[in-house]
């Protein structure tokens, strides 16, 4: 077991994600830097990648490697400690996670699996992707859920162009198809096209009449919990640019060669992309007293306090938070996740004190869609005022996109540090390809 430091309150965060590593980095900058608690940041992963911008890593517009986050040296800096780890286990009434066995590339050992004790716990491990048992997907399909899936995409897509380019005549053509028209789906068919045309541009043989993108969606517009406008928008967007959108089309089974719709037809892909929904890890329904709803979300109360648990929090995609009194409950989204982040360093600063602040308000902020390198679309009614369906759309919208991320960046690094990424991100972007092509 890993025995305590000091008398310090203990605060374990598990989950460096878009909510955890925020929550770890506000923390270590105030209490752990002062000493006055000792904050531990636990993740099964070595680095951290802010998850939007994936789509970007599995179509080689941006090289993982350039912007992830070391967690040890990022702890090492900003007060808190890191260990690494997948957690598997609640014990409450001992206030300990299990942490499994950390693994080699060639399966051998490297840490022996341990106990890590908290007084205060934080669950922020994500969600994953939901096939809604249907057939087919885990055999054929591909995600966009983890870095490691964006790469395994990325080579997927670069072979498959140079086969599609360079194979045996009468070359074939480039199929894909995404499932799932929400705003994942949308972002990575742009960005998709905007790759092949990218590599077009470079030689290959990759014509736009040689490439079909289908986007497959059961809804009757795609973006669906955006305004029809908006929605309207964008399809018009990926019409120009020659992707298929295919609304009311539920899918019946991925196929090795495609996918079936349940009215009988049939779309050929040659890559298939899951990104119809997601749901919680099935492990949270086994932690010791804590209740999960249908996607194994922990239930947590409007100070995202777990039910049924003692000093235990859960945030962002794997906690079922209500939204308010509405009813309703928020969303899986990175921008939820932040507010979160930000409200539970105030709440547990108080909490350790021995107080309680007021309960979580999630203020949305619009939704925001890239649409390819230079383009997005979005809606700012949120922020303008609900009586406006108010949107921006093209570059400034893209600017706008773009600044979410450098949002999450600085609440991580600091503005200062932000100003100097940005410069190496651009000196860069001029002496590189635009895409990552090995
Ligand atoms: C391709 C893509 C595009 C997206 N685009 C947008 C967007 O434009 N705008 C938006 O608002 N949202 C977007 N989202 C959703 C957004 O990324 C998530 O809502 C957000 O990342 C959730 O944050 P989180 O902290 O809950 O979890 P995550 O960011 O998923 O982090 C979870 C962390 O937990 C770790 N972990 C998992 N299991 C364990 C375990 N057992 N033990 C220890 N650590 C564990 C993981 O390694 C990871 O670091 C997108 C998602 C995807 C996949």
Request: net charge neutral; aromatic share 6%; proline share 3%.
């Amino acid at each position: 077991m890993l025995s305590r430091r000091s008398a310090l309150p203990n605060i374990v965060i598990v989950g460096g994600g878009a909510g955890g590593l925020e929550l770890a980095t506000r923390l270590g900058r105030t209490l752990g830097a002062k000493h006055l608690a000792h904050i531990v940041l636990v993740d099964g992963s070595a680095t951290h990648i802010w998850k939007p911008l994936l789509h970007e890593v599995a179509t080689g517009a941006l090289n993982s490697g350039e912007d992830e986050v070391n967690y040890f040296a990022h702890g090492y800096r900003n007060g808190y400690e890191f260990e690494f780890g997948y957690m598997e286990e609640l014990n409450q009434a001992q206030r300990t996670i299990r942490l499994q066995a950390v693994l080699g590339s060639d399966g051998e050992e490297l840490s022996a699996a341990r106990d890590i004790a908290y007084d205060w716990l934080v669950l922020a491990v994500g969600a994953e992707s939901n096939d809604f048992g249907t057939p087919g997907v885990a055999e054929h399909a591909m995600f966009l859920n983890t870095p490691a899936d964006a790469e395994a995409l990325r080579h997927k897509v670069l072979e498959l162009a140079f086969q599609c380019s360079n194979g045996v005549e009468p070359l074939r053509k480039m199929r894909m198809a995404i499932v799932g028209g929400g705003a994942t789906g949308v972002e990575l068919a742009a960005e998709l096209n905007h790759t092949l045309r990218e590599l077009h541009a470079y030689g290959a043989r990759l014509q736009p009449e040689r490439v079909e993108i289908s986007v497959i969606e059961g809804s009757e517009r795609i973006l669906v919990a955006a305004p029809p406008s908006l929605s309207a928008y964008a399809e018009a967007q990926l019409a120009a640019r020659q992707i298929k959108v295919l609304t009311n089309s539920r899918v019946a089974a991925v196929l090795e060669d495609g996918v079936e719709l349940q009215n009988g037809s049939k779309v050929l892909s040659d890559i298939t992309v899951w990104a119809a929904g997601v749901k919680a890890p099935g492990w949270l329904a086994q932690l010791d007293g804590l209740p999960v709803n249908t996607i194994n979300q922990l239930k947590v109360d409007k100070w995202l306090h777990c039910q049924g648990g003692e000093c235990i929090y859960a945030m962002g995609d794997c906690a079922e938070a209500p939204d308010g009194d509405s009813g309703s409950y928020l969303s899986a989204t990175a921008q939820v996740a932040h507010q979160q982040a930000r409200w539970l360093a105030r709440e547990l600063t108080l909490r350790i004190n021995g107080r309680q602040g007021k309960p979580f308000v999630f203020k949305p902020q619009g939704m925001l869609v890239s649409l390819g390198k230079h383009k997005a679309v979005g809606s700012l009614a949120s922020v303008v005022g609900p009586k406006r369906d108010y949107y921006v759309e093209g570059l400034s919208a893209k600017l706008i996109y773009s600044s979410l991320y450098r949002m999450h960046q600085a609440a991580v690094h600091g503005w200062v540090l932000v100003g100097f990424l940005y410069v190496g991100d651009k000196l860069r972007q001029a002496a590189q390809p635009s895409l990552k092509l090995h």
